[in-house]
């Protein structure tokens, strides 16, 4: 136990100083680091064994798909949190358009009716305009 306790503080300090140098290695490269990492890297090419080609192929169809479809992914993301409020108004609008739908079943039905008696009186004018045709044919008066 004492070894160890004996070791720690110098494995603390080793892995300081370890630290120490890669920063100062960091440092003295720090110009060729900045100018690396701006200079743009989609001008270089991967080497890519030929046998990959086709997944490449592949995984670069399937790399513009989800490019294509992130705007409207990331929409549903945002709506999350707004679905108990949308499924609530979905709930009242369901309501009202069965309300809507069976108003216009009774209005419909209500067409029909008057459509019939429609109907009936059109098919009841030929009749009374021959019945007053013939009083009038003989000079009878009806009162009203």
Request: glycine share 0%.
């Amino acid at each position: 136990m004492q070894q160890m306790l004996s070791i720690l503080p110098f494995w603390k300090c080793h892995t300081l100083q370890s630290m120490n140098n890669h920063l100062e290695a960091v440092l003295k490269e720090k110009r060729s680091l900045r100018q690396r990492l701006l200079k743009p890297m989609c001008q270089e090419n991967l080497p890519i064994e030929a046998v990959y080609h086709r997944y490449m192929v592949h995984l670069l169809e399937l790399a513009v798909t989800f490019i294509e479809r992130l705007e409207d992914h990331l929409e549903i993301i945002r709506n999350v949190p707004h679905l108990d409020e949308n499924l609530k108004k979905m709930s009242t609008a369901l309501a009202e358009m069965d309300i809507l739908v069976a108003e216009t079943a009774e209005l419909a039905e209500n067409i029909l009716k008057w459509r019939e008696q429609q109907k009936e009186i059109s098919s009841c004018i030929p009749r009374v305009l021959a019945e007053e045709n013939f009083l009038h044919k003989y000079d009878v008066t009806v009162p009203p």
